[in-house]
């Protein structure tokens, strides 16, 4: 994927913007990672670096930006949940910040990073997200097929087929 200008903001791998990784870690580990136990800013990192190693093969981070400033973020990668295990392909970590929202960041990141998972051949993409973003994925055609709650929070498997 070459970079694409919209507008003034690009879509990029991580790879090529590994500088934006201290500002995902940050933003995962205040959004998501809090809630378990035991986990630290610096776990978040080494994982998000992780998904900075790659342009071609799974797991993949994208980014959209304006020059140096962030503002959003979408992942591909592998088996994200264990009582799932034979959904092999998962888009996670789609994040815009809460002062960016509204801005319709989040449809241009999943439509680019949605093309690519088609490009690279994968006919089913699953994600997991809380019940209140349902809507956002449904316009990008995905489907409900498990409800469940984790940690107390009520959140929905879902998948899209290519």
């Not at 500088?19 to 940050?26: E, L, M, R, S, V």
């Amino acid at each position: 994927m070459d970079k694409q200008i919209i507008n003034h903001m690009k879509l990029s791998f991580l790879a090529d913007e590994k500088h934006f990784i201290p500002t995902i870690a940050q933003w995962y580990f205040e959004e998501w990672a809090h809630l378990t136990q035991g986990i630290s800013l610096e776990d978040i990192e080494i994982k998000v670096a992780k998904m900075a190693e790659s342009r071609s093969s799974l797991p993949i981070s994208f980014v959209l930006h304006d020059g140096n400033e962030l503002l959003a973020v979408a992942e591909l990668k592998f088996h994200e949940h264990a009582d799932f295990p034979n959904y092999q392909y998962w888009l996670g970590g789609v994040f815009v910040p809460a002062d960016k929202r509204g801005r319709g960041y989040s449809n241009i990141i999943l439509a680019q990073t949605l093309k690519h998972a088609h490009q690279l051949g994968i006919s089913s993409l699953y994600l997991q997200c809380e019940t209140h973003n349902i809507g956002l994925y449904v316009k990008h055609e995905f489907e409900v097929v498990h409800k469940l709650n984790d940690k107390g929070i009520e959140k929905a498997i879902m998948v899209k087929v290519f």
